[in-house]
């Protein structure tokens, strides 16, 4: 399966807009290329790079637009 790396705009909370830069097969290419977006990236832009490991980039693309609920913070964590 390989690898692929997203650059994640999110004007509202609502919306994310994924666009796949490169499908990698080796993870070490792709946090290479990874790195280099972000070192890339101008200091006031609020884009994401992420690396996705799926079997399609659909699932890739499914995956990131997946809302996770925030975990339970217990009184000992605080």
């Known amino acids: 399966m390989p690898y692929y790396v997203f650059k994640i705009t ?4 609502m919306i994310k807009h994924l666009d796949m ?3 990698c ?3 070490k290419d ?6 280099d ?3 890339k990236q ?7 790079v992420k690396i ?10 499914e995956n990131l637009h997946e809302t996770r609920e925030k975990p339970i913070l217990m009184e000992w964590e605080k």
């Open 52 to 61: 996705v490991f799926a079997a399609s980039q659909l699932e890739a693309e």
């Open 21 to 23: 830069q490169q499908a």
């Open 42 to 48: 101008e200091p006031g832009d609020k884009a994401i």
């Open 25 to 27: 097969e080796v993870y």
């Open 30 to 35: 792709a946090r290479e290329l990874a790195r």
């Open 10 to 13: 999110q004007p509202n909370p």
């Open 37 to 39: 977006l972000r070192a």
